[in-house]
């Protein structure tokens, strides 16, 4: 992956919000997907919220949220890209993003 992030990737700025909101995302999932719900909301800070809600317009990271395992990822319709694009995500950066939550699916 890290061969085709140098390749392709966002660079300078873009990269750093790229990766910013990718490990927050990654975070935010994570705990949503552990943890109870009371427990989960007093342990996400606000400014996770507010960037998960950017790319959850739909409502589609939220279901992803909820899954437990590759299996019911794979299930899935799968993020759609022009919601990103609509919130002003960079198409590669949301590319990367819909990879990262796949590889986060996988290894768990």
């Not at 990654?26 to 790319?55: G, M």
């Not at 960079?90 to 590889?103: I, N, Q, T």
Request: net charge neutral.
């Amino acid at each position: 992956l890290a061969f085709v992030l140098e390749r392709v990737g966002p660079k300078g700025l873009e990269f750093a919000r790229y990766s910013i909101e990718y490990h927050t995302l990654r975070n935010f999932i994570y705990v949503q997907r552990t943890f109870r719900p009371e427990h989960a909301r007093r342990h996400v800070p606000q400014y996770s919220k507010r960037i998960f809600d950017a790319y959850d317009q739909q409502g589609e990271l939220s279901q992803r949220a909820k899954l437990t395992s590759w299996e019911e990822e794979e299930a899935g319709e799968g993020v759609d890209m022009g919601v990103m694009a609509s919130a002003g995500v960079p198409a590669a950066a949301a590319a990367l993003v819909v990879a990262g939550l796949a590889l986060l699916a996988a290894t768990q």
